[in-house]
């Protein structure tokens, strides 16, 4: 059973920074890409972020991306946060065929 399990959300002031991680179960880590999504209320879930089997990274201003194969583990570190950037983030493991998705963490940037 695959299992995605995102931590590290929680409250944060403005300009403040924070790491999240995706914890992968059941899968063959290397094998997916992996990604970060927001979502904040009343608005589409958005990518943020993109890391390849390889380890080519994507992501917007102020974000970055990165994996730990051999801890099954993708990581999220956000800086110079802001009040926009407050939402529930969700990991996914992607593939050409299949994407998994974890049960989100949410962020909250607030002074």
């Known amino acids: 059973q695959v299992q995605l399990v995102e931590s590290g959300g929680g409250w944060v002031q403005p300009g403040g920074s924070l790491t999240l991680s995706c914890a992968a179960s059941?899968?063959?880590?290397?094998?997916?890409?992996m990604k970060w999504y927001r979502q904040a209320p009343g608005k589409e879930r958005e990518l943020v972020a993109s890391?390849?089997?390889g380890g080519t990274a994507n992501s917007v201003p102020r974000f970055f991306i990165s994996r730990d194969n051999a801890r099954n583990s993708a990581y999220l570190l956000m800086n110079s946060l802001k009040s926009e950037d407050t939402a529930k983030y969700y990991c996914?493991?992607?593939?050409?065929?299949?994407?998994?998705w974890g049960q989100g963490t949410q962020v909250t940037v607030s002074s």
């Open positions: 890391i390849s089997t």
């Open positions: 059941g899968l063959t880590f290397t094998s997916y890409v």
């Open positions: 996914s493991a992607e593939t050409e065929i299949i994407k998994y």
